[in-house]
């Protein structure tokens, strides 16, 4: 198993569902966990449940697409913490609907926090990570980005458009020892997804070659595979966690 010594992992929006599953993985495994979400409670109330596992936590506040705010949060970790060894652009919306009747605001506001904002966070971590000439950052993105989905065509845009950032970034920041991965979740059982029917999950899982939903936990490992050395000659890619739902 993974042990990290003296990692420093920044998860957005990571005070709830993958992200906090992601964030206990890491913490787990020995790394400096540095959780940031977009409300300062539910930051505070996730950091205190690792600490009080007698993990390394530390909890930051923001919002991924306000660049002056990120900027000064950036900023604050390297003088918090000294450096920065991996970053996993986490946070994500969904605002579904179909085509024809999908809003400006919709559309806007899911490729504003899904790819803007890891946009903006990807650049304050480079800056970073190339003068330390060590990093790798995750893109959290979904198999929606490979496969697309009727209802979802602001999300599908969002992460497709991550995986082809990821690409470019991997493409630019591989001179200076910056890796870039994107992993792509299937049907993850989480808060929001477990509240389905059964008969809707017993429906899904009937296209899925493992015949289950996925676990945050899933998602969470292959991060800390990307993050580690064991995956140091890998850039570029994208990963799915789908249970072989996808196959290219
Ligand atoms: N749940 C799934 O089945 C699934 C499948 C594929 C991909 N994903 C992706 O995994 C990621 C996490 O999904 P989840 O299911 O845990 O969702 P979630 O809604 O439980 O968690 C998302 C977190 O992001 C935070 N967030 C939202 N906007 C933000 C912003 N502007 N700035 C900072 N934080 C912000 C939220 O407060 C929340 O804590 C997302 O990118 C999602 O698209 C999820």
Known sequence: MTRFNDYKVLITGSARGIGFAIAERFAASGATVLIMDISAEAVQTAVKKLTDSGFIAFGYSGNVTDSAAMEELFA????????????????????????????????????????????????????VMMKQRFGSIINIASVIGIMGNAGQANYAASKGGLIAFTKSCAKEFASRNVRVNAVAPGFIVTEMTATLPEAVTAEYAKVIPLSRMGSPDDVARLCVFLASDDSSYITGQTIAVDGGLTMH
Request: proline share 0%; net charge positive; aromatic share 6%.
């Open 76 to 127: 604050k970790i390297i003088r918090d913490h000294g450096k920065l060894d991996c970053l996993i652009n986490n946070a994500g919306i969904t605002r579904d609907n179909l085509l024809l009747r999908m809003k400006e605001e919709e559309w806007s506001a899911v490729l504003d926090i899904n790819l803007k904002g890891s946009f903006i966070c990807t650049q304050k971590a480079f800056k």
